[in-house]
């Protein structure tokens, strides 16, 4: 069935490093992958995202990558900062559909 | 200002106590959801609605129930058969089917068993 996972599960940067999470979808029939940030016991709120015609898409400090002949897609934050602390989700939808497949989740600690 | 609301921000269930979750979105999207999440994991789909008067069962739809008679509201019952409510419920919504845009959340509403 369709799946989306996730790596790694827990992240620890220095302030100022960088931080890149990386998914694995299951469907190749996938076409949009968005990418979620969840503060503590607040909603997820979409930060980037991307579509399968498009291999890479950069705002500001945060960057998604696409590589569709393997089925991956990273997100990339340089210059990490103590407030990109939080849970990070990636999550994948299939060409026509509506029901999204979300990864289990990065929890990011960025150290001051 | 649109949005997706949902209440209450806190709720407390009893024992053998049916509770219902409000969700309410004005941003004229025909597709929405609900996930539970438990603390420090994932997303889980409990239901979701394509359409007015229409939704199917998710990968935990076991002891919750929706309804949606309107577009704009996608209540969900959290019935006594469900033995560990206890989670962060997370209500979402999208534009539908063969528009692929991200899902928009609400700000969640946390059970608790007294």
């Known amino acids: 069935g369709e799946n989306v996972e996730q790596h790694p599960s827990t992240l620890s940067v220095q302030e100022g490093d960088s931080a890149v999470i990386k998914c694995t979808y299951s469907?190749?029939?996938?076409?949009?992958f968005p990418w979620y940030k969840q503060e503590l016991g607040k909603r997820p709120q979409l930060i980037i995202d991307?579509?399968?015609?498009?291999g890479e898409k950069k705002d500001q400090r945060i960057a998604v990558t696409l590589n569709k002949t393997a089925k991956h897609f990273s997100l990339h934050i340089t210059e990490t900062q103590p407030e990109d602390s939080a849970v990070y989700f990636c999550?994948?939808?299939?060409?026509?559909?509506?029901?999204?497949?979300f990864g289990a989740g990065t929890r990011l600690f960025v150290k001051a | 200002d649109g949005g997706i609301t949902q209440s209450p921000k806190y709720l407390f269930r009893k024992e053998g106590q049916n509770v219902t979750l409000s969700c309410e979105q004005n941003?004229?999207?025909?597709?929405m959801y609900w996930y539970r999440q438990d603390p420090g994991q994932g997303l889980r789909l409990i239901y979701y609605?394509?359409?007015?008067?229409?939704?199917q069962k998710g990968d935990i739809a076991e002891g919750y129930s929706v309804s949606r008679e309107k577009k704009e509201s996608f209540p969900l019952t959290v019935t006594s058969a469900q033995k560990n409510p206890t989670a962060f419920y997370l209500c979402?919504?999208?534009?539908?089917?063969?528009?692929?845009?991200?899902?928009?959340f609400g700000d969640g509403t946390r059970l608790s068993i007294l």
């Open positions: 991307i579509r399968s015609n498009v």
């Open positions: 999550a994948a939808i299939l060409t026509g559909g509506f029901k999204t497949i």
């Open positions: 469907d190749s029939a996938s076409n949009y």
């Open positions: 609605s394509q359409i007015v008067n229409d939704f």
């Open positions: 979402a919504s999208s534009p539908g089917q063969g528009r692929n845009q991200p899902q928009h």
């Open positions: 941003l004229n999207h025909d597709a």
